[in-house]
């Protein structure tokens, strides 16, 4: 397990200033939720880890075995059944080194109020669209700047002028009796949790669309949630515009509420126990 580095609570790791991984944020990560000590998702996450990896020229020399061997190792240091766990994969020289630990769980807080942000475009054609990387400083900015204007998180634009996603999930929302939820081709990073949602609306019979949507939707949605694999399905209750804010059905979608109730069915027929019961 050479290649991958555990790191237990209090741990410090060296950086080499001169190489991508620190200098340029060259890398990637995955963020897996961890309830009673079972790993949710793992499998998407992995692939999605291992393509990240290969489109960007970063090395993955260990085998998927290995890595949840780390992991289970760092469990077992550290007593953990629940809270999430990071798998960061950084460019040192002309190979890579994985890093796995551990932070606190994410709560969701409640309802989720969304700042609409116009002002900073995601570039669709980016050669960084789509994957998890650690080029993560514009997302974090943006987050407190919804955070300052007492809301949760933003709602982004591309260069198009079309909506994207929230700076740490993907955004859903619901007219009648479709759920819509935009594309990939608009540059958002296509979430686990994302995924799962679109595939058991499709086992629900939900008439689902991935498009393009432009910011006058945000006045017609009867419904809105975000997703990302820390707290699952989110409800949005308000949506701030400039100086107003227009409120959201807060209470449960029953379309929403379905979509809820079979995320945590998947998620515990799919996560893999980790700690010994």
């Given at each position: 397990m050479s290649d991958i580095i555990i790191l237990n609570s209090g741990d410090h790791v060296a950086l080499d200033p001169t190489q991508s991984g620190f200098a340029h944020g060259f890398g990637i990560f995955e963020t897996l939720k961890l309830a009673s000590g079972r790993l949710c998702f793992w499998e998407e996450h992995?692939?999605?880890?291992?393509?990240?990896?290969?489109?960007?020229?970063?090395?993955?020399?260990?085998?998927?075995?290995?890595?949840?061997?780390?992991?289970?190792?760092?469990?077992?240091?550290?007593?953990?059944?629940?809270?999430?766990?990071?798998?960061?994969?950084?460019?040192?020289?002309?190979?890579?080194?994985?890093?796995?630990?551990?932070?606190?769980?994410?709560?969701?807080?409640?309802?989720?109020?969304?700042?609409?942000?116009?002002?900073?475009?995601?570039?669709?054609?980016?050669?960084?669209?789509?994957?998890?990387?650690?080029?993560?400083?514009?997302?974090?900015?943006?987050?407190?700047?919804?955070?300052?204007?007492?809301c949760t998180d933003v709602v982004r634009v591309n260069a198009a002028g079309q909506l994207t996603e929230t700076a740490v999930g993907n955004l859903f929302f619901v007219q009648g009796d479709t759920l819509y939820t935009p594309g990939v081709a608009t540059g958002i990073l296509p979430g686990v949790v994302r995924a799962v949602v679109l595939e058991a609306a499709g086992i629900l019979g939900v008439s689902v669309v991935e498009g393009t949507y432009f910011p006058d939707a945000l006045n017609l949605m009867e419904s809105a949630f975000v997703t990302n694999s820390s707290v699952g399905i989110q409800i949005v209750d308000t949506i701030k515009i400039g100086e107003s804010q227009r409120e959201v059905e807060c209470a449960a979608h029953p379309m929403v509420q379905d979509l809820i109730e079979a995320l945590a069915t998947v998620e515990d027929g799919s996560s893999m126990l980790m700690t010994d019961d």
């Amino acid at each position: 397990m050479s290649d991958i580095i555990i790191l237990n609570s209090g741990d410090h790791v060296a950086l080499d200033p001169t190489q991508s991984g620190f200098a340029h944020g060259f890398g990637i990560f995955e963020t897996l939720k961890l309830a009673s000590g079972r790993l949710c998702f793992w499998e998407e996450h992995w692939q999605r880890f291992v393509r990240s990896a290969k489109e960007l020229s970063l090395h993955v020399e260990f085998a998927e075995e290995q890595a949840l061997e780390a992991i289970r190792e760092l469990l077992r240091a550290e007593g953990l059944r629940d809270g999430a766990i990071k798998v960061s994969l950084m460019q040192t020289g002309a190979g890579s080194q994985c890093y796995v630990y551990s932070r606190p769980a994410m709560t969701s807080g409640g309802a989720a109020r969304l700042l609409f942000a116009s002002d900073s475009k995601q570039n669709e054609h980016s050669l960084l669209a789509g994957h998890k990387t650690h080029n993560y400083m514009e997302n974090m900015l943006l987050l407190a700047s919804a955070r300052s204007a007492g809301c949760t998180d933003v709602v982004r634009v591309n260069a198009a002028g079309q909506l994207t996603e929230t700076a740490v999930g993907n955004l859903f929302f619901v007219q009648g009796d479709t759920l819509y939820t935009p594309g990939v081709a608009t540059g958002i990073l296509p979430g686990v949790v994302r995924a799962v949602v679109l595939e058991a609306a499709g086992i629900l019979g939900v008439s689902v669309v991935e498009g393009t949507y432009f910011p006058d939707a945000l006045n017609l949605m009867e419904s809105a949630f975000v997703t990302n694999s820390s707290v699952g399905i989110q409800i949005v209750d308000t949506i701030k515009i400039g100086e107003s804010q227009r409120e959201v059905e807060c209470a449960a979608h029953p379309m929403v509420q379905d979509l809820i109730e079979a995320l945590a069915t998947v998620e515990d027929g799919s996560s893999m126990l980790m700690t010994d019961d």
